[in-house]
C-alpha cells in the first residue's frame, strides 16, 4: 500500500503541474491504473478484505457452533467454550474436516455481534443508586474485609461511602440513615439491584415482594424504589462505578484504623473532597452540580430512624438469648422470657416488656457466648458452690484486693463467706467497679471484713461522711479500752511550767 505522501505528490504532479499520467507513471514508477486510483482518492482508501458470503466448508456445522455458543450463555464465564475447544469438539463429535482459522473468524464475529449495546441516559435531579462493595482494612491491627454501601446521585456524581463488618439488614438501613443526614435530605428515587435485604421475592417483570426491614425504611423516609434487571448491573451503571472508584481512590493504600468510626471518618473526608473534582464532559464541579440535586431532594423527617433489625425469641435456662448465631446474656431473672432483640451494627440490646434488659458489643464471629458476669450474680448468691466453675466469670478481670476479701470473708465464715463474697461482687450492679474496689480497700485496711462493712464504707465515701462502724458485728476484732478522763489529769500538761 502506497503512502499518503506519494499521493500527494502524484495528485499535484498531474492536477497543478498539468503533466501527463504517462510521464508520472514512468517518473514515479507506477502503474497508469495505480496513477488513477491516486487521482479518485486524496489518501489510500486502505485495504478491505471481502467478507465471504458463503462458507461451503464450515456451512453444515454452523448450526452446531450456534447452539454450543447459546448454550454458553447460561454457564458461568471462567467454564465456556473457547474457539480452539470449539473446533476440537467439532473434529471429534461432528467429523469437521476444515481449519481452525474459518472456526475461529466465525466466533468472533457472531461474539462480537452477540454483545448488548447501550443507550446512553440522563439522570434527573434527585435520584440516587446504591450498592454494596468489598475492600480488606485493617481495624485494630486486625485485616478485615469491610462492606461498604456506596449511594450515588447520578445527576450530579456526589457519592457517599460508608464502611461496616457485614452486609447486614441494620448496616443496610444505618448505611441510608447516614447518607440522607450527608446529602441533607432524601433521593426522590433509588435504583437498587435485588439484595435478599431489600427484596424477598422477585414476582416477575419489575414486581417484587419487598422485606419488612426495607418497607419500614421506605414508609420513614417516603422515597420511592426501582430495582434493576437480575444480574443486570448495567442498570445501575453509576454506582458500579462508584463502588471501583471507592475501593482505587478511598481505599488504596490499605486504611489502618484503630475503629471503624475512624474508618467511616476518612471515608467521608474523601467524599467531600471529591466533590471538588469537574469531571470529563461538565463546565461545573461536582458541588455546583449537587446544589440542583439537593433542590430536589426530600425533606428529612423529623424523627430520626432506628437503624436495627429487630427478631423476637425466648431466653434459654442458662440465662442466653440467640442472634445471628451468637449468645448473649441477660439478667437470669428473666429465664424462659419472651424477649425483642434489636441488632445494630456495632451493639446488641434485648429488651423485656418494655425494659432493655442487656446490652452487648455486637459480634461478628460464629457461634460465639458473650457473658456479662453481672447477670448471673444474683443466681451464684443462691448456688455458691458454682462459684470457682462459673463460665460467665472465667477471664473477668478484677483488682487483687477482690481475692483478699474472698480469701478472708471464706477463713473467717467458711461456707457462708463465699455468698457474702457474691453479695459484694453485687454493689456493681448499682456502683462502678472503681467505687466498689475503693470500698474494699478501705475496709481491708480498718480490718472490717464483711458486706454490710463495704457497703457502708462505700456510701459514705459517696456521701463524704465520715463511716460509724458498728463494732458488734466484728467479735474477732479487740474492743478499745477507754478511761474516763479526770480533771486531775489535765495537771500533767503543766508540769514543768515555772510560775
Partial sequence: MYKVELYGRVRRAVLVEGRSQ?????????????????????????????????????????????????????????????????????????GFIGG????????????????????????PAGEAQADFGEALVVVAGVERKAHYLAMDLPHSDDCFVVAFPAE????????????FAYFGGVPARILYDNTKIAVARILGGEERLRTRAFSELQSH????????????????????????????????????????DELNAHLEVQ???????????????????????????????????????????????????????????????????????????????IACASEVIARHPRSYEREAVIFDPLHYLALLEQKTRALDQAAPLAGWLLPECFATLRRLLEARLKKHGSREYVQVLRLMETFDLAEVARAIEDALHLGTIGFDAVKHLLL????????????????????????????SDYMALLGGVSA
Fill in 22 to 94: 504517462r510521464a508520472v507513471a514512468r517518473e514515479f514508477g507506477l502503474s497508469r491504473e495505480s496513477v488513477g486510483k491516486m487521482l479518485r482518492y486524496s489518501v489510500p482508501p486502505g485495504y478491505q478484505r471481502r467478507q465471504a458470503v458463503k462458507r461451503p466448508k464450515l456451512g453444515p456445522w454452523l448450526g452446531v457452533i450456534d447452539a454450543i455458543m447459546e448454550e454458553d450463555k447460561t454457564r458461568p464465564a471462567k467454564q465456556r467454550h473457547t474457539a480452539k475447544r470449539i473446533f476440537d469438539r467439532l473434529k471429534e463429535e461432528h
Fill in 100 to 123: 481452525y482459522t474459518i472456526v475461529k473468524d466465525y466466533v468472533r464475529t457472531a461474539t462480537l455481534h452477540g454483545r448488548e449495546m447501550f443507550v446512553p441516559l440522563r439522570h
Fill in 168 to 179: 447486614t439488614t441494620e448496616a443496610f438501613l444505618e448505611g441510608h440513615v447516614r447518607a
Fill in 221 to 260: 423516609y417516603l422515597f420511592a424504589d426501582k430495582f434493576g434487571r437480575p444480574a443486570k448491573g448495567n442498570d445501575k451503571g453509576k454506582v458500579e462505578g462508584l463502588v471501583g472508584y471507592a475501593r482505587r481512590n478511598f481505599m488504596v493504600p490499605v486504611p489502618r484504623v484503630n475503629s471503624w
Fill in 271 to 349: 467524599c467531600n473532597k471529591r466533590r471538588e473534582r469537574r469531571l470529563r464532559g461538565h463546565t461545573e464541579t461536582i458541588a455546583e452540580r449537587f446544589e440542583r440535586d439537593r433542590a430536589a431532594l426530600l425533606p428529612l423527617p423529623e424523627a430520626p430512624y432506628e437503624a436495627c433489625e429487630k427478631v423476637t425469641t425466648r431466653v434459654s435456662s442458662l440465662a442466653l438469648v440467640r442472634y445471628r448465631g451468637n449468645d448473649y446474656s441477660v439478667p437470669t431473672r428473666h429465664g424462659h422470657l419472651q424477649v425483642l432483640v434489636r441488632g445494630y451494627v456495632h451493639e446488641v440490646t
Fill in 460 to 487: 459514705c465515701r459517696i456521701e463524704r461522711r465520715p463511716p460509724r462502724l458498728d463494732m458488734e458485728n466484728y467479735p474477732h476484732l479487740p474492743l478499745a479500752q477507754v478511761r474516763t478522763t479526770q480533771a
